[in-house]
Structures are given as structure tokens and as C-alpha cells.
């Protein structure tokens, strides 16, 4: 008996020490933090979250074993989020230096965002996404459009079908369709795409039309292009092409009992909309540019680029213009009550913000799209929903990221408050992890410090 003993207690020991050598030097984890389940915005608070190899190892009540992971982060009243995604980004590419373009990229990191769609595809892209998908880029998940299709890069359809196919040999992701295709090209750009197995997004050229966009099943529809158009009645009988900026033009003529129609097509056709709403509300907006230049981002772009913007908001807001505060203001109404119904009774929304664009900085000016969006009558966490869960339907990736779950990419932001109770709490970062690379305040700080440095210096 006592021989039994004695073997049962060697086995028991051995058995402990091997659940202790199980936890690896490079596991992470986080301890009692609060999880927000982005599906459902139920609250899991007091987990304990084990990550390694860049995916999410454990979620759990307790854990074992806590003092023996060399690498802990205390999550004791902060809360939890999947890394957001910015879908409709812009990628610096040659001649913008090299490092310009990984400060660009961390800018996005810097606010929660682990993942970005690039909307203007370049070959330098291909490699960024190859080298961030490895590891040797400190960067978000990368996702790139090819480069653009518009009235002047495709002017007939054979030049279309063969871009198409070029473009989706060369490994975009996607394709880009800008303003002044004509519809019979953009007609067999849509038949060589769904052959070639190739989504595309993007704006709406006049001479497509909303409805028959919709029809042919974009993607995703950005900037909500060319709705405002859809609700202008025929009996009106404009020109489509004096639209003006987004269909500012025809703010008057717009007939928003409209809007459920063109809202139900879009959920017939499953077509996603990134508003870009923040866009509308700051560039084409009665704000002074002096205003926006004073806001804390503008130190993270180069003087350059800020005098640029200036300029340009002065040739489409300034003196002179067709600019008028009392239409913008009934202009924006639209737009809100179609960001509403888009999400509510449409197929749904992705957040992006079109960075950076005038005075949209990057990372930074997803908070003033969310705003956008909670103005617009958005919850909380359906403004989180766009960013997160939606994305990874999107992509078809519910299974690699967009939620905290046991097996995903460990892409998480850590805030300091809930998020559900006041959507500003997303502005206020604990860390962030891409990956599974952790990335504390602290080191955001400091490399938010060299990069203000280094714009400052250009």
C-alpha cells in the first residue's frame, strides 16, 4: 500500500509539471478583463484570456498556474473589443517613403484598428500585405483593391475585361470602380469579374446609376454613392452629371419616402455600404479649415499635406463656391436618415472613414465616423458591430477575426471603460494587440511622439 502511495504521488507530481511546462515563453495573459461579446453585447466579466501564436488559447473564469506566464497585462477594470476594422483606407505608396508608410500604418494601429481595406490598390501594396501577413511588418491585416477603374483607365470593355483579369492574377483582392465608367463598360467588367471569381466596390459612376449598381451586386458601396440621386423622381428630369459633390446638387429635388425602396434592394442584392460619413461632415461641411487644423491628429501629418487640405476645402466649402450651410445642413439630414435605414433594414454597414482624405487622419478619424454614426441613431454596439463582426462576414472570416473567441487572431483592443455605455470610450486606449503583438499606451505614446517629429520635419 504504502508502494502504491508513493507511485501515485511521483505520477501527481509529474502530472503537475507537465501542465506547468505547457504554458510557453511566448504566451500572453490577460486577467480579469471584461469581454464584450460584439455579437450579442453581453458582458464577460473577470476572464482571464491566454494568448500564443497570435491566436486567442484560452478564455476562462480562472486559470491555473496565472504566476508562471512571464507575460501578464493587467486587465482589472478595462474592457475588451475585437481590433476594429477600417474599411475604406488609403495606403501611401511610391514615391512616399518607406517609413512614412509604416508610420501611416501604425497610425491605424494607434486607435484599435487591426484591420484595413486599402480602396486604392498599387503593386507596392501586394508586398505590404505579404510581409504583414508574415509577421516582419508591424502593421493591421491587410486588404487591397486593385488600382482604379474609371472613365479614363478603362474606356471600352475589352480594356476592362482585360484589367479585370490582370488584377485578379496579380492577387488584388478586389476591384476599384471610381466616377466616369460608362455603363457597357462597367457592364462587362461586372460579367468578367463574377467570371473571374472577383468582388468590387467603390463609387457609383453617373452613368450606372444606383438601382442598376445595386443590381449588379457591388461589394460594398461606399460613401453611400449615388443613393441621393436614386430618390431625385423622374418626373424632375435633371441631367444626372449636374449632380455636384455626392448629389449635394440635388438635395431639393431628393424625395427621401424613397429611401425604403432603394434600402430594400440593397438588402435583395446584399450589398454592403461603408458611409464615410466623417468625410461629409468635416471636408464638405460649413467647418473652417482653420478649425480642423487645430484639432490634436493634425500633428501626426506632414505640413505639406495639411496646407494641401486647406486649399482644397477652400475650392469645394470657401467664397465662391456653390456651397450653401442651409442645403448641407438638409443635405446631411438625408445622408443621416439613409445611414439609419441602411442599417436597420439593409443588408448592413462596415465602418470606414476614407482615410487619410481631407483632414481624416488616420486611426484617428474613426472616432469622428463613429460619431457619424451615433448622430445618425446607431447604438453602441451596432457602431461596433460595423467595425468588428461585420467586417469578418464580409470577408467571409467570421472564423479568424472580428470576435473574441478561443481559436481566433488575437486582434484585440483594451479600453478603459464600457464602450456600450458611452461609445467615446473607444478613444480612451489601454493597449493594443495585433497578432498577438502587444502594443501598451506607453509604446503608443512614444512612437505617436516620433512620428508628430517627424511630420513636423516635412
Not at 129 to 147: H, N, V
Not at 363 to 391: A, C, D, R, Y
Request: aromatic letters at 8%.
Amino acid at each position: 500500500m504504502k508502494k502504491i502511495f508513493i507511485t501515485s504521488a511521483i505520477l501527481i507530481f509529474v502530472s503537475c509539471n507537465q501542465a506547468q511546462e505547457k504554458i510557453s515563453d511566448s504566451a500572453v495573459l490577460i486577467n480579469n478583463v471584461t469581454i464584450i461579446d460584439v455579437t450579442t453585447g453581453e458582458l464577460l466579466p473577470d476572464r482571464q484570456m491566454v494568448i500564443d501564436s497570435g491566436k486567442i488559447k484560452k478564455i476562462a473564469a480562472a486559470i491555473e498556474n496565472e504566476k508562471n506566464y512571464q507575460f501578464v497585462i493587467d486587465g482589472q477594470g478595462k474592457y475588451a473589443i475585437p481590433g476594429l476594422a477600417e474599411m475604406h483606407a488609403h495606403i501611401p505608396s511610391p514615391p512616399t517613403s518607406e517609413e512614412r508608410t509604416e508610420e501611416t500604418l501604425f497610425l491605424y494601429l494607434s486607435n484599435g484598428i487591426t484591420t484595413i481595406r486599402g480602396m486604392l490598390g498599387h503593386p507596392s501594396h501586394l508586398a505590404l500585405r505579404k510581409e504583414a501577413e508574415q509577421g516582419k511588418l508591424l502593421s493591421p491585416r491587410i486588404f487591397t483593391s486593385s488600382p482604379s477603374f474609371n472613365g479614363n483607365s478603362v474606356t471600352s470593355a475589352e480594356e476592362a475585361r482585360e484589367k479585370v483579369i490582370t488584377y485578379k492574377n496579380d492577387g488584388y483582392d478586389f476591384l476599384k470602380i471610381h466616377p466616369g465608367v460608362e455603363r457597357t463598360v462597367f457592364d462587362e467588367l461586372v460579367k468578367t469579374a463574377n467570371k473571374e471569381g472577383i468582388t468590387f466596390s467603390g463609387h457609383v459612376p453617373v452613368d450606372v446609376g444606383i438601382e442598376h449598381a445595386l443590381e449588379s451586386r457591388y461589394a460594398s458601396i461606399d460613401h453611400i454613392d449615388g443613393f441621393l440621386e436614386g430618390l431625385v423622381p423622374i418626373s424632375e428630369n435633371v441631367n444626372p452629371n449636374d449632380n455636384g459633390f455626392f448629389g449635394y446638387n440635388f438635395t431639393t429635388l431628393a424625395d427621401t419616402t424613397k429611401i425604403d425602396e432603394l434600402v430594400a434592394l440593397s438588402k435583395k442584392n446584399k450589398v454592403w455600404i461603408v458611409p464615410t460619413q466623417s468625410l461629409f461632415e468635416r471636408w464638405f461641411s460649413p467647418i473652417n479649415g482653420e478649425t480642423l487644423l487645430q484639432q490634436p491628429e493634425m500633428k501626426y501629418m506632414p505640413a505639406s499635406t495639411l496646407a494641401d487640405w486647406k486649399k482644397r476645402k477652400e475650392t469645394s466649402t470657401g467664397p465662391g463656391t456653390n456651397f450653401d450651410e442651409t442645403q448641407w445642413e438638409a443635405f446631411i439630414d438625408i445622408r443621416r436618415k439613409l445611414i439609419y435605414a441602411l442599417n436597420k433594414n439593409g443588408h448592413g454597414l462596415l465602418l470606414g472613414s476614407d482615410a487619410p482624405q481631407l483632414f481624416n487622419v488616420p486611426g484617428f478619424s474613426i472616432h469622428h465616423e463613429i460619431e457619424g454614426m451615433s448622430v445618425s441613431g446607431l447604438s453602441p454596439l451596432e457602431i461596433i458591430q460595423t467595425g468588428t463582426v461585420n467586417p469578418a462576414i464580409f470577408f467571409g472570416m467570421e472564423s479568424v477575426f472580428g470576435q473574441l473567441k478561443v481559436g481566433m487572431a488575437a486582434d484585440i483592443l483594451l479600453v478603459n471603460s464600457n464602450p456600450l455605455e458611452d461609445i467615446k470610450a473607444l478613444k480612451d486606449v489601454s493597449g493594443v494587440m495585433v497578432g498577438g503583438i502587444w502594443i501598451s499606451k506607453e509604446d503608443i505614446d512614444q512612437k505617436l511622439q516620433s512620428i508628430a517629429k517627424n511630420a513636423s520635419a516635412n
